[in-house]
């Protein structure tokens, strides 16, 4: 049995999308972020990290979306997530996932956390020094869209749904991904799938949707 520990649009909804993808049952245990449940002693036995997703399969605890993303494909290989082990589309997928997660990921951090980083007077110039670092990086993913319909293969992959959670997290930034015109249609491919739609109503994610 799966249990997904999450909280509403976070680093969890690529993991959450792609239980509902792979249409195995699962538990979705709330920890609320906003009020500091993270850090929480119950929940640091779960993820010493203090951050969201977690994912707890039969006892064994697993944090990091990507790599929850990575396993939960390889268990359900049937349903094609993943491209199989050993071929040269499964390098690619890990190019792509481990990019995501590795290169865009962290500005992200930078802008929602600068807190974190700077002084709060130093705040604004470090925000927009990440997203002079994302505005590329985004580029690359439409250029890599200009005449493809998924960023590995030619199916949906858990690089989308990773992809797709990226993008979203751009929607309030003065640089949006949804403004991209090849990743704006990848953006609404993922968004019309069942998937996505019942991980939006279950995590109460309203407008705008990325
Ligand atoms: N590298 C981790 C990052 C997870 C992460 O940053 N989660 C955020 C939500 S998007 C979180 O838990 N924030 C709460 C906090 O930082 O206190 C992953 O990809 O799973």
Not at 156 to 184: E, G
Not at 192 to 199: E, F, M, S
Request: charged share 25%; proline share 7%; hydrophobic share 45%.
């Amino acid at each position: 049995m799966y249990a997904l520990y999450f909280s509403p649009a976070t680093a969890a909804m690529a993991p959450h999308m792609l239980l509902r993808e792979l249409g195995v049952e699962f538990e979705l245990r709330r920890v609320d972020t906003e009020k500091g449940e993270q850090r929480d002693q119950a929940y640091l036995v779960v993820n010493p990290n203090a951050r969201v997703p977690a994912l707890d399969h039969d006892g064994l605890v697993l944090w990091e979306a990507a790599a929850i993303c990575t396993y939960l494909c390889d268990l359900h290989p049937e349903a094609g997530f993943a491209p199989p082990v050993g071929t040269a589309l499964r390098g690619e997928f890990y190019k792509w996932m481990t990019w995501l997660t590795n290169t865009i990921q962290p500005d992200m951090i930078c802008w929602f956390y600068p807190e974190r980083y700077v002084p709060a007077e130093d705040s604004e110039t470090f925000k927009l020094k990440a997203l002079d670092r994302m505005v590329p990086r985004f580029a690359m993913l439409d250029q890599r869209l200009r005449d493809r319909e998924w960023l590995v293969g030619d199916r949906i992959t858990a690089v989308d749904l990773y992809a797709f959670m990226l993008s979203r997290w751009t929607r309030n930034m003065p640089k949006r991904a949804r403004d991209l015109p090849n990743l704006r249609r990848l953006l609404d491919r993922v968004m019309a799938r069942p998937a996505t739609q019942k991980t939006y109503e279950v995590e109460g994610i309203v407008e705008p949707l990325f």
